[in-house]
């Protein structure tokens, strides 16, 4: 048990700190409120709406592609890939499996139990746990179960520590000794084989960090795990594997995955500013000519966020990092002398991913202008045609991972559930994107855990190919 003085990453390694450019506030929002009225006032409203129109439908189409060749490569190879032999390497570097908690009385024990019953080598792995700061029975929790058995270190954070998940992590990379650092959430379980097929990609000295696949355990708790639990599906099973399979890029995810220590150490760690750390990650390791991976057969489970509430809360997360990550690595990206044409045309879409949303909404609200007959015919009507490819290209991403995952035909049916679920994520991004680019401050919110359906999530485990962040 380890309590880290205030400051103690700060002391270590900040001095390595190269992260995301220095943020400045934007003024986007008016720039694109200028440009709005200047149009409209030079060319006239109509010819506004058209060219809005016009972008949408282009924008639109682009993804749709974009979601075609994912699925149509997820279906080919997909199948056969999923149920793929394990092949062993022989390499067996040394691992530290890293994991932030805060307030994670409900999950915790089971977290614990499940990483101390990883397949790996004991004398090659070691085990830490961060306790950051938490005001519940987390730590306490934690420090009986260490005192039991000597393979668990607990790293507590004083309050006020900082950095939310990133600050965490960073702390427990003082202490890591293992060459791989294997990050798990405080909800998740991996399977026994989890970590050995993660790491085995890195005998590739390219290769400095992996993604596994992400399941849902509690899909049965609430009409929302489910859908959640199918969006998980078309992002791991289609989306993430696609990514791999025509770009070879997929993301880091952040949860059930691992990264080179030397990388994430000579990068400075992950990033405190970035509430999403994994995708500002993933962008400083490809922009720094290093690669990603994607293993869909490491396979851990986790818990969904079971009301509305948590839902939108951990979806603005998303969205404000994402987007974050957009305006602070967009310029870099087609700079890269070591990306090629078509990875910066794949990553700049990656990046715009929680963008299209918002782009949605702009075209709700010309739809809506149109119908009660503000605007002419002229473009609203080709966008409606068009605005419904933005639905049918997710649409096909779920299909093609229902069939991958040999779904029951219920889950098919509760496809259609998704077109009120986008309507809240148009409003949730949107909100995102205004608050970001006015410079609203957000910090790291943990998501809430109910600490039910353990025994769905342990069932789950144990069977490969069940229906289980689905990726952007």
């Known amino acids: 048990m380890t309590n880290l003085p205030p400051g103690g990453w700060d002391r270590e390694i900040a001095s390595m700190f190269r992260a995301a450019p220095r943020r400045r506030t934007p003024w986007i929002l008016l720039a694109a409120l200028g440009a709005v009225l200047i149009v409209a006032g030079v060319f006239g409203f109509s010819v506004l709406i058209a060219v809005i129109a016009i972008s949408l439908q282009a924008i639109?189409?682009?993804?749709?592609?974009?979601?075609?060749?994912?699925a149509m490569t997820a279906l080919r190879t997909g199948p056969v890939d999923l149920v793929m032999p394990e092949f062993d390497t022989g390499y067996q570097p040394t691992v530290t499996i890293l994991v932030a908690c805060k307030n994670e009385q409900h999950v915790v024990s089971d977290l614990v139990k499940s990483l101390l019953a990883v397949e790996y080598p004991e004398g090659r792995r070691q085990t830490i746990i961060v306790d950051d700061a938490s005001t519940d029975r987390t730590g306490a929790i934690l420090d009986e179960i260490a005192a039991r058995d000597d393979r668990l270190t607990v790293v507590h954070r004083p309050e006020g520590s900082g950095g939310g998940k990133s600050g965490a992590l960073n702390d427990g990379l003082v202490l890591a000794t293992g060459e791989i650092i294997v990050v798990f959430d405080a909800d998740h379980e991996p399977r026994p084989d989890c970590v050995r097929r993660l790491v085995r990609h890195f005998i590739d000295p390219a290769v400095a960090a992996v993604q596994g696949r992400c399941e849902i355990g509690n899909a049965a708790e609430s009409p929302l795990t489910e859908l959640v639990a199918l969006d998980y599906v078309a992002g791991y099973l289609v989306n993430e594997y696609g990514r791999q399979s025509l770009y070879r890029l997929p993301a880091y995810g952040g949860a059930n995955c691992a990264v080179r220590a030397s990388d994430v150490r000579g990068l400075g760690g992950w990033n405190p500013e970035s509430v999403t750390e994994d995708t500002d990650l993933t962008l400083r390791l490809i922009l720094g000519g290093s690669r990603v991976r994607y293993d869909l057969t490491a396979v851990d489970v986790e818990e969904g966020v079971v009301t509305l509430d948590r839902y939108c809360r951990q979806r603005y997360r998303w969205a404000r990092g994402h987007q974050q990550a957009w305006r602070d690595y967009h310029r870099a990206v087609w700079r890269s002398p070591r990306l090629k044409r078509f990875e910066k045309i794949e990553t700049t879409m990656f990046l715009l991913a929680f963008h299209m949303p918002v782009a949605a909404a702009i075209g709700v609200v010309v739809l809506i202008l149109w119908m009660i007959g503000f605007v002419p015919?002229?473009?609203?009507?080709?966008?409606?045609?068009?605005?419904?490819?933005?639905?049918?290209?997710?649409?096909l991403e779920l299909g093609a991972g229902l069939?991958?995952?040999?779904?029951?035909?219920?889950s098919a049916l509760l496809i259609f559930y998704f077109l009120p679920l986008f309507f809240v994520a148009m409003a949730v991004c949107s909100k995102a994107w205004i608050d970001g680019v006015t410079g609203k401050p957000y910090y790291w919110v943990r998501t809430p855990r109910s600490g039910e359906g353990r025994a769905a999530t342990q069932a789950v485990a144990k069977a490969p190919g069940q229906v289980g962040r689905g990726a952007p």
């Open 60 to 70: 639109f189409f682009v993804f749709f592609l974009r979601h075609l060749a994912f």
């Open 377 to 395: 015919a002229i473009g609203a009507i080709n966008l409606s045609i068009f605005w419904m490819l933005l639905f049918l290209g997710p649409l």
């Open 403 to 410: 069939i991958i995952a040999k779904a029951p035909r219920r």
